[in-house]
Nanobody, 125 residues
Framework: EVLVVESGGGLVQAGGSLRLSCAAS????????IGWFRQAPGKEREGLAC????????YYADSVEGRFTISTDNYKNTVYLDMNSLKPEDTPVYYC??????????????????WGQGTQVTVSS
């Protein structure tokens, strides 16, 4: 059974930092991608960052590049999203997703096969 579980959400002041974690299990492929998304009420799901297991290449959305960093711990099958200089507009639910066949556009939600339950991030002004 493939499971994707994200954690680390919570309340943080504007300008602060937060680390989100994503643990993926139940698969053996060495060629996959894990992406971070967020979605605010009434808005489309937004791709934030993605990391490829094959070569470690990372991709970022323009909206977060320079503030957010994606990294991985392959031994633990864990991917992190380090968020810095947080703003109130960074408040939505954050999701981690697993793409077992990373062939398409990294930021497209439909490319991903499994999703976590989401973790809420709230940035106070």
């Amino acid at each position: 059974e493939v499971l994707v579980v994200e954690s680390g959400g919570g309340l943080v002041q504007a300008g602060g930092s937060l680390r989100l974690s994503c643990a993926a299990s139940g698969f053996t492929s060495d060629d996959y991608a894990i992406g971070w998304f967020r979605q605010a009420p009434g808005k489309e799901r937004e791709g934030l960052a993605c990391i490829m297991s094959e070569d470690g290449r990372a991709y970022y959305a323009d909206s977060v590049e320079g503030r957010f960093t994606i990294s991985t711990d392959n031994y633990k099958n864990t991917v992190y999203l380090d968020m810095n200089s947080l703003k109130p507009e960074d408040t939505p639910v954050y999701y981690c997703a697993l793409d077992l066949f990373p062939l398409g556009l990294w930021s497209a939600p439909h490319e991903y096969d499994y999703w976590g339950q989401g973790t809420q991030v709230t940035v106070s002004s």
